[in-house]
């Protein structure tokens, strides 16, 4: 999500903590304050409690203690070729979003009824890609836990407005959401498949490292324990973490014996969606993908549109995003069929299509969603869904 998400706070914002538009004057005649007694100076609050410090040498060491191929970071193509699934197979990439990761939802139960939904050998998350990326992982088992996912929450569900020096708005109700949905039964059946082969990646942003990581979901739910468990949903919660606007989420690392903790916020920062490290994407490489096909599914428009902009910061701020995120996620698919094309593997694209019309009363608007799940549905069954 992270500039895609950045977008939709600011859309939040607009809309205030309950979504509900919130009246605002404007008119040309001032007036008058009343008369007050002097304001008591106010007290100072207390902001979170200091980091432990730590070295760069010591953040390029640094593991996940007994886990210690839980992650690594997505820039680096050495590492992601040791991670990448040794038999080639289809891979899904579902991107940022926001509330419209509806359509991607939408679109995996849709080629389940079908029939004819592969079995990606990988998939890979970023924001609400991100929250959606397990249950695309495990296939049709879990479509209703996808459906629910996507069509029953409202914005009370995700956040509250109010931060604790950290950020805007409070995410408790989607750390809550997250705990709910990510059981324990869930991480089994990720790690049967991890130990089949097939790999499931998420993807953060390390704030101190200004870095993308990977996350190896399926090696962290073969752990198997309380504290795999705790840091699957920790990822997830800090996957959709948009700096700023949600608070990030930290996480404990140790190195050389040092143990501290890492701030990890929205993977969006660095990727729309993730193919593969950029360096393997780019027109002047020689890498190959160890893949057969790519389904790529972006969750939003990338089609212009036309409305006055209103003057004032929220909708300024929000409207320059949304410019700068459609260019940059036309870049990178371009890039990814680009590489794709390199490798002779198929290239399979869904995007939400402009036909679609329904508009939004608000920042996870469930009526919106549920159209946009029912749209992304009806394109999957009727093979309108991907673009090859």
């Not at 996957?239 to 916020?265: C, N, R, T, W, Y």
């Amino acid at each position: 999500m992270a500039t895609a998400a950045l977008l939709f706070c600011c859309s939040v914002y607009s809309f205030g903590a309950a979504g509900q538009s919130q009246d605002i004057e404007l008119s040309s005649q001032k007036k008058q304050p009343a008369k007050q007694a002097p304001a008591a100076t106010p007290q100072k609050k207390a902001g979170p409690p200091a980091r432990e410090k730590f070295t760069l040498a010591e953040q390029n060491a640094a593991v996940i203690p007994g886990i210690p191929d839980a992650r690594f970071f997505a820039d680096s193509e050495a590492d992601f070729l040791r991670v990448v699934p040794a038999t080639p197979g289809p891979w899904l990439a579902l991107s940022s979003g926001g509330a419209d990761g509806a359509f991607g939802a939408g679109i995996l139960v849709g080629l389940s009824e079908t029939g004819k939904r592969p079995e990606f050998s990988m998939v890979t998350g970023v924001s609400t890609g991100a929250l959606m990326a397990p249950f695309a992982f495990l296939g049709s088992k879990y479509d209703d836990k996808l459906r629910d996912a996507y069509t029953t929450i409202t914005s009370a569900d995700i956040f509250e407005l109010g931060g604790k020096g950290e950020s805007f708005f409070d995410t408790w109700p989607l750390k809550a959401l997250i705990a709910k949905r990510v059981t324990p039964e869930l991480l089994n059946d990720i790690a049967a498949e991890h130990r089949r082969g097939r790999r499931l990646l998420v993807l953060t942003t390390n704030l101190d490292a200004e870095r993308p990581v990977a996350w190896n979901m399926g090696a962290i739910a073969a752990k198997g324990d309380d504290k795999a468990l705790k840091l699957f949903r920790d990822i997830l919660l800090a996957a959709g973490s948009i700096p700023g606007a949600f608070p990030p989420v930290l996480i404990d690392v140790e190195s050389g014996g040092h143990k501290f903790q890492e701030m990890h916020g929205d993977g969006g920062l660095n990727n729309q969606f993730f193919i593969a490290p950029q360096q393997m994407l780019v027109s002047t490489s020689n890498a190959r993908l160890p893949a057969t096909d790519l389904y790529v599914i972006i969750n939003t428009t990338l089609t212009t549109t036309f409305y006055p902009t209103e003057r004032d910061t929220i909708s300024i701020l929000g409207r320059g995003i949304s410019v700068g995120v459609r260019t940059l996620t036309r870049v990178m698919i371009d890039q990814a069929y680009a590489a794709a094309k390199r490798n002779g593997i198929g290239f399979h694209l869904a995007m939400i299509d402009p036909t679609f019309d329904v508009p939004s009363r608000g920042a996870f608007d469930p009526d919106y969603m549920k159209a946009l799940f029912k749209f992304g549905s009806e394109q999957a069954r009727t093979g309108l869904a991907f673009r090859q």
